[in-house]
């Protein structure tokens, strides 16, 4: 930490004008209390003030490096008590040196000089003591900004560790499922597990990026979960019929990256999986209460027997709006005996 005080400007300007009110106050002792002249006031006023003001500034050296959190209390209280002493000490000397030289010929000056001394050494003391306390707060406030400061970028880097860990979730979790239902295709339907590795591998190229960026376009995220759909259907075929609906204007707004994709794929595994009839995928938007609301639904068979899985891709897309937008209330699901819905709100607001 430098000089509080002679690396900044303010802090110059401050201590001046603190030492100038120190003037008035000494100077106002000497005249009213101990009857000098108001010139020999105002000389020993300014004389006193500026050499102890000068001084004052090295007092700064023994606080940096007196530490109550590196010494014991004991060690730094008895270490400052010799330096208030040395430093009154020198303090007079100064003033006996300089005072004596210009009222030589001041027999009365001459003797308040020398009668003065005692006192003149208390305030040095008392000073000292009251400009080391200032350095100290100074210390303590720059070290509690600076603890601040590291706290901040310490959640920071711990937000964008977990951040990337939930969206690396994502791709090992699809891969997973893509690469048994390509093993399911291939003697099967040869062709439709060739075509559906290709899709993959398009898929995975388009998506690496995605995993860098917090936010994206809602744009870029519906291109995504088109590839993504491109490839189930090599599976599923006509059972899946994607209806979408968002405007032009809502494309615009940035969502978190690899968003959509985890929904469509919880609507296919619980969806079209588990039902023989084809099944409706819609995904819609609209703007409601400065939220950019997001909603995609899928009607199931409420007779068949619901696939288990680990809940990966909800839970992660909670924990990911909980994070980015510091609320904990983004995502809704609502179910009926044979349609479930999933509304994501994105605040607009963050646009602006």
């Not at 100064?94 to 009222?103: P, T």
């Amino acid at each position: 930490m430098d000089h509080p005080i002679l690396s900044n400007r303010s802090s110059l300007l401050a201590y001046v004008t603190i030492w100038i009110a120190v003037f008035v106050i000494y100077f106002a002792l000497l005249y009213y209390q101990f009857g000098l002249t108001a010139n020999d006031a105002a000389i020993d006023s300014a004389i006193s003030i500026l050499t102890f003001a000068i001084l004052a500034l090295t007092f700064w050296y023994p606080c940096k490096y007196l530490s109550p959190e590196k010494s014991s209390l004991l060690k730094v209280l008895l270490n400052h008590v010799v330096d208030a002493m040395i430093a009154s000490v020198i303090w007079i000397g100064m003033l006996r040196f300089i005072l004596s030289r210009l009222i030589a010929e001041n027999a009365a000056d001459q003797s308040f000089l020398a009668a003065s001394l005692a006192w003149r050494f208390l305030i040095g003391v008392l000073l000292y003591s009251v400009i080391a306390a200032i350095y100290y707060v100074a210390i303590y406030y720059h070290n509690f900004q600076e603890k601040l400061l590291r706290e901040a970028e310490l959640k920071s880097l711990v937000k964008e560790a977990e951040l990337k860990t939930l969206k690396f979730q994502i791709n090992p979790h699809f891969i997973f499922n893509s690469l048994n239902s390509i093993n399911s295709l291939i003697l099967s339907a040869p062709e439709s597990a060739s075509e559906m590795t290709v899709k993959l591998a398009n898929f995975l190229r388009g998506t690496l990026s995605a995993n860098d960026d917090s936010l994206r376009p809602l744009a870029e995220e519906i291109s995504t979960a088109r590839l993504y759909l491109d490839i189930e259907k090599v599976r599923f075929g006509d059972k899946i019929n994607y209806i979408e609906n968002i405007p032009a204007a809502h494309q615009k707004i940035k969502t978190p990256a690899m968003l959509l994709q985890p929904l469509l794929e919880n609507a296919i595994k619980h969806g079209v999986y588990e039902s023989l009839s084809p099944v409706s995928i819609r995904l819609q938007s609209r703007v409601q209460d400065g939220f950019l609301v997001i909603t995609l639904e899928n009607n199931f068979d409420s007779r068949s027997t619901p696939h288990k899985g680990e809940g990966v891709g909800l839970a992660n897309i909670k924990s990911r709006l909980a994070m980015i937008y510091q609320r904990g209330n983004l995502l809704k699901i609502e179910k009926t005996d044979d349609l479930f819905r999933v509304k994501i709100y994105i605040p607009v607001m963050r646009e602006a």
